[in-house]
């Protein structure tokens, strides 16, 4: 992309309100696990991660998959918000992640029947049984040999878990969070009842699509009906499973369902019902997970695009191109936590380092001039 084909404002540096949130661009820091935390509490190392974003400007800084209850857990390792004793930690970093001009979200998650295991960098291998808890999931089928064997959830413990969503989203809020994102992706819980593959039950929460839709579907309207009113409600899928069992007309059927519940963004993400990666076995290239957002946005529900997005230009080119409403970095973030800021120099909307917090830009500006002088 030339400079000439540019808007005078870039999309990807243009403000956006969800209801009554207004992100100052539209980039987003992806949910990303580190298992850093004690007893779900989130301490130093994830004041300094997450803050480091602000500092990079991005859009919105979103914390990891943050357990609902003890047992929705991936590792002992993971942060939570099943309790009122976790509020405080996170307000801290809220409270930062704010004061530097960026919207702080939580992802609220439970891990099902991939819980109990060990990091993905010791290959999620189970715990063994002194360190374990009891896991839960649709049916008794383990995510893969050698796995934990779930408890098949009940009725009435389902709607318990419903109960602990709704609550931890009014702990988020006492938290002072701006967003959050429902994960149902990556073959936690919610995705696990999702998919035909690993959902065989027989009730209502089985069955055909609208059965196996029903659980997330009950999660999402009781969140709502806590989360503020004018606070984003964000909600993460797999778009396709990676099992042929939930496909992408799947996820455009989900999508409508949830905007009717008053989710405003759907994540698209992919893969992760069995085994340890979080995308589909496709083949993978920059974007590759594009299209999933783009297929669901034609649809009339606002989507974002994760996956492989490595720049300024490329981002600029997925929003212009009407393919996603924001755009969220994962791995690239690590890489570069100013990710952001990098973006919109390379787009040209910041020729001036005005964008970076002052102590920054400043500097990097009487550089700049030192290296034109030079």
Known sequence: MN??????????????????????????????????????HPGDFHFVHLGKFALGRFGIVM????????????????????SDEH???????????????????????????????????????PYDAKDAWPVVGPTTEPTSAGHHIPH????????????????????????????????????????????????????????????????PLEVTRAVRSVWPMHKPLFFRVSALDGADGWNLDDTVAL?????????????????GLTGTATAAPIPRHPGFQVPF????RKAGVPSMAVGLILDGPQAEKILRDGDADLIAIGRQALYDPFWALHAAEALGCDPGFGMWPDEYGWWLAKRSQSLVRA
Request: net charge positive; with cysteine.
């Open 152 to 215: 098949a959830l009940t009725a009435p413990e389902i709607a318990d878990i419903v109960r602990a969503f709704a609550d931890a989203a009014r702990r988020a809020e006492a938290a002072g969070f701006d967003a959050i994102e429902i994960h149902s992706a990556h073959g936690y819980l919610l995705a696990s009842f999702l998919s035909p593959i690993c959902n065989t039950r027989n009730d209502q929460y089985g069955g055909d699509r609208a059965g196996r839709m029903r659980f």
């Open 63 to 82: 914390t990891e998959a943050t357990a609902v209850e003890a047992r929705g857990r991936v590792t002992h390792g993971c942060p939570g918000i099943w």
């Open 293 to 296: 957002a783009a297929t669901v």
């Open 255 to 271: 999508a409508l369902e949830l905007k009717a519940l008053g989710v405003d963004v759907v994540d698209c993400s992919s893969g």
């Open 3 to 40: 400079d000439a084909s540019l808007p005078a404002r870039p999309l990807l540096f243009t403000p956006m309100t969800i209801r009554g949130i207004t992100l100052p661009n539209r980039t987003v820091v992806a949910p990303m696990v580190q298992y850093r935390a004690r007893d779900g």
């Open 87 to 125: 509020i405080p930690a996170w307000r801290r970093i809220t409270d930062y992640i704010r004061a530097e001009g960026s919207v702080p979200a939580m992802q609220l998650a439970h891990a099902g029947r991939k819980g109990a295991t060990h990091r993905a960098q010791e290959n999620t291998r």
